[in-house]
């Protein structure tokens, strides 16, 4: 039995998804799971999009790579998916969200993404597509959407998610299974 929980920080790229996840590493303990970086250090990509330029990822080969990781828990997954992810590897999903289209479109820009990818990256937000992924793959009470657009909503949502943390770990330490 995992004694600290898996917890997904997910959201299209410039929601603040790396932002969050390494505040909450220092406050918690539990350890920033780049999956991006995961992927890149352990071979785990399928071709590469010319036309958005990115790596397309080898789900079966990450989830094949980080599986013993998962199983013991801990972690903080930083990814802009999360319904690949099997239901019993994860505790809770953070779907983070940027509303604020012109917010949004100034954080991309400054990454410097071709137009193609921007305004696909931006039309997901406005649809709130990882939202619904997010929703159709877990079960509604460990789904959680928070906003993350003004420099404050970082530490709110942190300062959220860590009593979460602290409170499953209490459910567990509590339990006598």
């Known amino acids: 039995m995992r004694t600290s929980p898996n917890v997904i920080i997910t959201g ?3 929601v603040g998804k790396t932002v969050h996840c390494e505040q909450l590493a220092q406050d918690t303990g539990l350890r920033h799971l780049s ?3 995961v992927a890149k250090d352990r071979d785990c990509f399928d071709t590469y999009d ?3 330029e990115t790596w397309v990822v080898d789900e079966d080969k990450l989830l094949d790579a980080i599986e013993d990781e998962m199983l013991q828990g801990g972690l903080l997954l930083d990814w802009h998916a999360c319904d690949l ?3 019993s590897w994860i ?3 953070v779907v983070l969200r940027c509303p604020s289209t012109s917010i949004h479109y100034d954080r991309l820009s400054s990454r410097e993404y071709k137009q193609a990818k921007l305004q ?3 039309d997901a937000e406005i649809f709130g597509v990882l939202s619904e992924e997010a929703r159709e793959a ?3 009470d460990v789904v959680v959407e928070l906003n993350s657009e003004k420099d404050d909503d970082v530490e709110n949502n942190c300062a959220r998610i860590s ?3 602290d409170s499953w770990k209490s459910n567990q330490n509590g339990n006598t299974n």
């Open 12 to 14: 299209t790229p410039g």
């Open 35 to 37: 999956i991006n970086q």
């Open 50 to 52: 010319e036309e958005l």
């Open 85 to 87: 992810f099997p239901k």
């Open 91 to 93: 505790d809770l999903v």
């Open 120 to 122: 696909e990256n931006l």
């Open 138 to 140: 877990f079960d509604e």
């Open 163 to 165: 009593t979460w943390i």
